[in-house]
C-alpha cells in the first residue's frame, strides 16, 4: 500500500501563493502517475491537476486552475508538488494527493490517497 502525506496548506488572502508538497513512502514512485484533487464543504471531490510518471507527459489541469497552478514531481525526493499561484476565494477546499498506475481525472481511477492538506483563502 503507498502512503501519501500531504503538506503545506494554510491560510492565504486572495492572490497570493501556496506551493503543497506530497511525499509518497513507496520506493517505486517514478511509476505512479499522480494527482491532486480538492474538495470543498458541501461539494463533491474535484480533479485539480494530474502528472505522468515520467513528466513526459504534458500535465492535465481542470480548467479553472489552468495558468495559476502547475503540478510538478522530484522522483528522486519522492514528492509532488502543487505551485498554486493568483489563489481565489473559491479555491479553498480540502487538497489531497493520490497516485494511480493509469493518468487521468477521475478520483475512482486512483488508489492510494493521503489524509488532504487544508487550503483557506481569505477575501
Known amino acids: 500500500q503507498v502512503q501519501l502525506v500531504e503538506s503545506g496548506g494554510g491560510l492565504v488572502q486572495a492572490g497570493g501563493s501556496l506551493r503543497l508538497s506530497c511525499v509518497v513512502s513507496?520506493?517505486?514512485?517514478?511509476?505512479?502517475?499522480m494527482g491532486w484533487f480538492r474538495q470543498a464543504p458541501g461539494k463533491e471531490r474535484e480533479f485539480v491537476a494530474a502528472?505522468?510518471?515520467?513528466?513526459?507527459?504534458?500535465?492535465l489541469y481542470t480548467d479553472s486552475v489552468k495558468g495559476r497552478f502547475t503540478i510538478s514531481r522530484d522522483n528522486a525526493k519522492n514528492t509532488v508538488y502543487l505551485q498554486m499561484n493568483s489563489l481565489k476565494t473559491e479555491d479553498t477546499a480540502v487538497y489531497y494527493c493520490?497516485?494511480?498506475?493509469?493518468?487521468?481525472?477521475?478520483?475512482?481511477?486512483?488508489?492510494?490517497w493521503g489524509q488532504g492538506t487544508q487550503v483557506t483563502v481569505s477575501s
Open positions: 493520490a497516485a494511480a498506475t493509469v493518468l487521468g481525472v477521475v478520483a475512482g481511477g486512483y488508489n492510494s
Open positions: 513507496e520506493r517505486t514512485v517514478r511509476t505512479y502517475n
Open positions: 502528472i505522468a510518471w515520467n513528466a513526459r507527459t504534458t500535465p
